[in-house]
């Protein structure tokens, strides 16, 4: 049985710094991506950075230059390094285990950004 499991969400000033982790745990068999989406209140769930079992990695226009998505394979845990923090970055945010024809979701972490 596979689980995501977030960590490192809080409260932060613009222009501060956080680092989001997600714990896989269990067995994918084909893993074709890792992101992190999302939601803000009244909005839809948006990815926000992917990295391939390739290491290639996608960002949104939004956090591109700020945000930083890595991957450490020996302790199956994924990070989003999120620096200059704006207002509105605030959101839940979710890690996404990408297997094809499966999804698999954390529960989420909150991040709140005050101004």
């Known amino acids: 049985q596979v689980h995501l499991v977030e960590s490192g969400g809080g409260l932060v000033q613009a222009g501060g710094s956080l680092r989001l982790s997600c714990a896989l745990s269990?067995?994918?068999?084909?893993?074709?991506?890792m992101g992190w989406y999302r939601q803000a209140p009244g909005k839809q769930r948006e990815l926000v950075a992917a990295?391939?079992?390739?290491?290639?990695?996608n960002y949104a226009d939004s956090v591109k230059g700020r945000f930083t998505i890595s991957r450490d394979n020996a302790k199956n845990t994924v990070y989003l390094q999120m620096n200059s923090l704006k207002p509105e970055d605030t959101a839940v945010y979710y890690c996404?285990?990408?297997?094809?024809?499966?999804?698999?979701w954390g529960q989420g972490t909150q991040v709140t950004v005050s101004s």
């Open positions: 996404n285990a990408d297997a094809y024809s499966l999804n698999y």
């Open positions: 990295i391939t079992s390739g290491g290639n990695t």
């Open positions: 269990g067995t994918i068999i084909s893993l074709n991506f």
